[in-house]
C-alpha cells in the first residue's frame, strides 16, 4: 500500500487560501486520513513512488485478465462502493473505460451524462448536483468544461470532511490525469526509463489546450532524464506556467516550431488534434495545422525504437494507415487506461496491496 505522511487538515482552510495553492500544495489537503489520494485532480499530486506503485498495480491486473478466480477476487475488492460518473463534456473512451474499471472491482455505476436530464435544468447549481452525487455515492467520476468546477468541489469535500473520492476525467483544456497515466504506462513498458539515460518526448500539435499534452507533461516531470520538445505553432504553443513548472523542477525543454526539424530526434511522438471546441473551427487552417500531422513521410523519419501516441479522438493529424506501423502504441494505450483506472481506484479506496495481488 502506498501512504503519504504530508496531510493537511482541510476542516480549518477557507476557499480562497486553497484557491492560491500550487496544485501539489492542494493535494496534501486531498488526501484520506490513510494517506491514499482522495481527489485526483492534477498529475503533480503524484510523486515517483505513487507512480511505480499504480503501474505495477495496473500491470498485475492487466496481466491476470483472462483469469477467472482473479477476476473474482477482484469484484469483491470495491465490492461496497458505488460510483457516479458526471460527464457533461463528449467522451468516448474515458468514460467507457472508467466504468468498466469501475465495474471491474465491483463497484456499482450511475452516470449523469446529459445536465438537462439532472436538477440543473430546474436552475440547481452545479456545485449542488455533485454534492448531492457526494452524498450519494462513494466516488465522483467527472469530465467538466470548466476547471474550477471540479477545484472547488475537491474542496468543499474535504473541509465537510466527506468520504467521496474525486476523479478528475478532463477538466476544461487545463488537465486529464488519468489519460497521463494511461501514456506513461504505455511509455514505461517501451523505453527503458530504469536506465536514466537522456530521452527525447516530442508533444505536437494545440499545446494552448490540449489537457492531455499538459497532464502528460507534468507527470513526464518526475523523470529528469526526458528532455520535452514542444513542437506547434506559435499561437498554439505550451503555456508559460507548465515551462516555469519545468524550470522549477530541473527539467530540460524547448520549443520548437518545425516538426520535419524536430522528428528524427523523439524517442516518443504525441500527437494532439486541434482543439476547436475552445475557439474557432477555420484556425487549422490559418495556422497551417498541416503542418504539425503525423503523414507516412514523417513516420519514416522517426527512430525505429520510437513510439507514437495519441489520446485520440485523431483527425488528420494521424492518419489511419499509421495503425499498423509496429510503433504505434495508441490502440494499447486505450486497453491499458482501463488497467491503470482499476489501479487508482484501488488505491484510492486502500485496496492497492500489490504483495497480496500478486499472491493471489
Ligand atoms: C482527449 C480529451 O478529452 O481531452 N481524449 C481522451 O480523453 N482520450 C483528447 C481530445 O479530446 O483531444
Known amino acids: 500500500m502506498h501512504v503519504a505522511t504530508d496531510r493537511a487538515d482541510a476542516s480549518t482552510i477557507i476557499w480562497d487560501d486553497f484557491c492560491g495553492l500550487s496544485p501539489r500544495e492542494k493535494g496534501r489537503y486531498l488526501l484520506t486520513p490513510g494517506g491514499q489520494v482522495q481527489s485526483f485532480l492534477y498529475s503533480q499530486q503524484l510523486d ?3 507512480l511505480d506503485h499504480l503501474i505495477a498495480l495496473a500491470e498485475i491486473v492487466r496481466t491476470r485478465r483472462n483469469d477467472e478466480r482473479f ?12 460510483g457516479a460518473l458526471y460527464f457533461t463534456q463528449p467522451s468516448t473512451r474515458t468514460f467507457t473505460s472508467f466504468s ?13 451524462r446529459d445536465p438537462e436530464m439532472s436538477s440543473l435544468y430546474k436552475g440547481e447549481s452545479e456545485i449542488d448536483t455533485l454534492l448531492t452525487l457526494a452524498e450519494l455515492a462513494d466516488a465522483v467520476i467527472m469530465r467538466q468544461g470548466d476547471h474550477s468546477l471540479i477545484d472547488r468541489f475537491a474542496f468543499e469535500v474535504a473541509h465537510r470532511g466527506l468520504e467521496t473520492r474525486i476523479l478528475n476525467g478532463g477538466s476544461g483544456s487545463e488537465q486529464h490525469p488519468t489519460q497521463a497515466l494511461l501514456e506513461l504506462y504505455t511509455i514505461v513498458s517501451y523505453l527503458d526509463l530504469e536506465s536514466g539515460d537522456p530521452l527525447t518526448v516530442g508533444i505536437v500539435g ?13 507527470l513526464l516531470a518526475l523523470y529528469p532524464q526526458i528532455r520535452h520538445r514542444f513542437i506547434a505553432p506559435e499561437e498554439l504553443q505550451m503555456g508559460d506556467d507548465l515551462t516555469e513548472y519545468l524550470d522549477d523542477n530541473g527539467i530540460g525543454w524547448q520549443r520548437d516550431e518545425s516538426l520535419d526539424e ?30 504539425f500531422r503525423l503523414t507516412t513521410e514523417r513516420a519514416a523519419k522517426l527512430k525505429p525504437t520510437s513510439i507514437i501516441l495519441h489520446p485520440l479522438p485523431r483527425r488528420d493529424e494521424l492518419p489511419i494507415e499509421l495503425d499498423s506501423d509496429p510503433r504505434a502504441r495508441y490502440w494499447e494505450a486505450v486497453n491499458r487506461g482501463k488497467y491503470v483506472r482499476i489501479a487508482l481506484l484501488l488505491h484510492m479506496f486502500g485496496k492497492d496491496d500489490v504483495e497480496g495481488l500478486r499472491a493471489y
Open 100 to 112: 468498466l474499471a469501475a465495474r471491474a472491482a465491483g463497484m456499482m455505476c450511475e452516470e449523469i
Open 48 to 50: 515517483r513512488p505513487l
Open 206 to 218: 494545440d499545446l494552448k489546450r490540449s489537457r492531455t499534452a499538459r497532464s502528460l507533461s507534468y
Open 71 to 82: 477476476g473474482a477476487h477482484l469484484k469483491t475488492l470495491l465490492g461496497t462502493k458505488s
Open 262 to 291: 524536430a522528428i528524427p530526434e523523439l524517442d516518443a511522438i504525441y500527437m494532439m488534434r486541434m482543439q476547436d471546441e475552445y475557439g474557432e473551427t477555420s484556425e487549422a487552417t490559418r495556422l497551417k495545422y498541416a503542418q
